[in-house]
């Protein structure tokens, strides 16, 4: 039989295409009750809601190319599979914290999934204003459990291997992460862009400084080929649905085995930024309980990560490493505690690495971000980003020598008095 | 057409079963004038050496287990895959440094190559006492070459990825190491042994030290994670093949995408351990130059690989990391020399690492070497083995904290005076 042929849908063919697939019956209903519209996700794919009588799905689509720039910027269909594939891991590794798939179809590059409601974009709540007490303790158990699952802490190393080199293939994907974050914001690229004139300084003295570039090298070098466990890839607030009582982690179409720390410094670093753009969205000193609970919110994420790392590691580490004959089995549970202090050290100071790496390329590279992008005095936008381009610099540059991340915020909120809010 | 079945060659099929391959008319002659003889490579694989009138070649053929072990202790064929596409990259990279290959059979894992001769394994004339002038450069050279060029630094990143996946089925090979060399030493594990009594108390208070099992596991933890380059996996004096003016790698059946430091560090652990071990080759004072010498080779290769690999680091780092555009384009080339003293610092540090673990190894664990083997006196023996034991202690814990090898050659010749020669 011949392969089908890929097909973009549209709003008018999908109850057509999709009425055969048993699923949806159940989740929505009859095809001919549905309610379809197209919901644009961000950059690269098609997403449609469908309403029938009896619940509502998201069906996204990928497209063979990049869907906000055009078929100028190819990028391939594979990257569904590799979304489908990440999502079952991920929903494996912390049960419920991604949304539960109904149909993948790998030729249309086609994922069929819940439709979350009333959930809403992260980086949506966090402009707006909200505070979500939820969100630490569920998004420091995901990437706990997540990033320690998918390691050969845990894993049986032949399926890791196995699993390392089918997310190999997801070359693309991690192309636009080490051009776009790590390489590009670091000189004049043509594809960059900045809050300009009134970054300009800032900017030119960034790309002159040989710590930071060299630096976001050996954050690159990591990213490449540091392949500790299946992470997300772009776990940004962009990323994530929340409620005030559930979290969701949506997109991972960049995943591959990278370095656990990604996920961690990529995650922190958005936070960050959203305190350091909080200014931009308020009238009068209205947002300052909810910069404090930004930082609040970090410090608690972190602790909660710390300690159901430290849990798995001492229930669940089961894999290659750091085997239990050479400590607890040998009564020396003490050494399976330095161990642990030493991992977490090194991955600390990683994800100050890549926090401040990501910072920069949300602000000089092409990807910038809600936070910063929707505050339309460019002057105020520009102090904004500046507080988060020098603490990104300072994270990157010093990620060894930094103790807590008290500190950081502690610093974070010396910059912001010093920079944004004069 | 029926895969062909593997069948194992003997002495007497193979003529027969080889006769028709056209490159071996060419280097052998007509197969009715071969001679053939088996030899033993140490522990894995079948190998054949066949002469004929125009010249000579080996033939070697993986089995379905281990050949020492039996079929008690299975092991795919496919490492002859592994091994056949290594040493085509190798060649590449490094061309000449491995034996030219005129054959490849997948289905029968039967790799034909140049028979090198009057070559002998490095290994055999180091405990000989033999002092070979070429050495130091030739694998310095080569680490360099074959490190560099496989890397992230160098390579297409999508063939590295594309090569990357390849090799991550070489699963069991991988196994052997994670297993036989990062964690069974460290305990009492079924298929240890050691010079006993006379190791026993050194023995128990490493197994009992802490520090040196954390950082073994580290050492671990870069093995399976750190994909950086094609590594040989199994650089030590057993696989590699001499005379006074050529040097040749064979045997790279372990390779996988690894740490670079992993074949530097065994490397150098080799050398380290023929220091240690001259003292029982020697029936007066009369290895006392070829100590000096083992110690200027391994200053020497140090020296050299540190040159060529920043040569290449300044001439051919057309890879993704450490771009031009950041550094050489921006009048920065001082940031890139900048960049190459971290990389080199980091790659110093866990050579360390890996030559300390890969003493203990071969002192405690499964493998042990000739060279202290072959030492009957087992008092003498194991006044040898403490040398390297401690050594490999102080380096796999202080890693991080020792200035150069010139300093690790002064520790040696320490450890020398006060354990191996009193």
Not at 79 to 88: C, G, I, K, Q
Not at 142 to 164: C, P, V
Not at 352 to 364: K, N, P, Q, T
């Amino acid at each position: 039989m011949d392969k089908p042929v890929f097909e973009p849908l549209t709003v008018e063919s999908l109850p057509g295409r999709l009425a055969d697939i048993a699923a949806l019956d159940g989740n929505l209903g009859p095809a001919d009750t549905w309610k379809v519209r197209e919901v644009g996700d961000g950059n690269l794919n098609l997403v449609f809601i469908v309403e029938g009588d009896r619940g509502a799905v998201v069906v996204k689509q990928a497209l063979p190319y990049v869907r906000l720039v055009g078929d100028s910027w190819p990028l391939p269909l594979k990257r569904s599979f590799f979304e489908y594939h990440a999502l079952t891991r991920q929903n494996a590794r912390d049960p419920g914290m991604v949304p539960a798939i109904h149909h993948f179809d790998e030729a249309q590059a086609l994922i069929i999934m819940d439709y979350l409601s009333p959930h809403v974009i992260l980086r949506r709540a966090l402009i707006e204003g909200r505070q979500l007490p939820e969100l630490a303790r569920h998004m420091g158990l995901f990437m706990a459990r997540t990033l320690f699952r998918g390691s050969d802490l845990a894993m049986d190393t032949a399926k890791r291997k196995a699993d390392l080199a089918l997310f190999a293939g997801n070359v693309e994907l991690c192309d636009i992460t080490e051009s776009l974050v790590f390489t590009d914001p670091y000189f004049d690229a043509p594809r960059n862009r900045h809050t300009s004139p009134e970054l300009d300084r800032i900017v030119a003295r960034l790309r002159a400084d040989r710590d930071l570039k060299v630096a976001a090298q050996h954050m690159k070098h990591l990213f490449c080929a540091n392949a500790q466990t299946m992470v997300h890839g772009d776990l940004h607030s962009g990323s994530i649905m929340v409620t005030d009582t559930e979290t969701k982690v949506i997109d991972p179409e960049f995943a591959f085995y990278g370095p656990m720390a990604l996920d961690t410094g990529m995650y922190f670093s958005n936070l960050w930024m959203s305190y350091f753009s909080q200014r931009g969205h308020e009238a009068d000193g209205s947002r300052e309980a909810m910069r404090q609970w930004l930082l609040a919110t970090i410090v608690e994420a972190w602790a909660v990560f710390r300690e159901e790392f430290s849990r798995l590691w001492r229930e669940e580490r089961n894999g290659i490493l750091y085997r239990r004959e050479l400590f607890e089995d040998q009564g020396d549970w003490l050494g399976a505690e330095q161990a642990l202090d030493h991992f977490l050290a090194g991955l600390w100071a990683d994800t100050l690495g890549f926090a401040g790496v990501e910072m920069h390329r949300r602000i000089l590279g092409l990807a910038h971000n809600a936070d910063f992008e929707s505050i339309e005095d460019t002057g105020l936008r520009a102090r904004c980003e500046t507080g988060a381009l020098e603490l990104g610099r300072h994270l990157a540059v010093n990620r060894r020598r930094i103790h807590s991340i008290e500190e950081v915020n502690a610093l974070a909120e010396r910059i912001y008095a010093a920079v944004v809010a004069r």
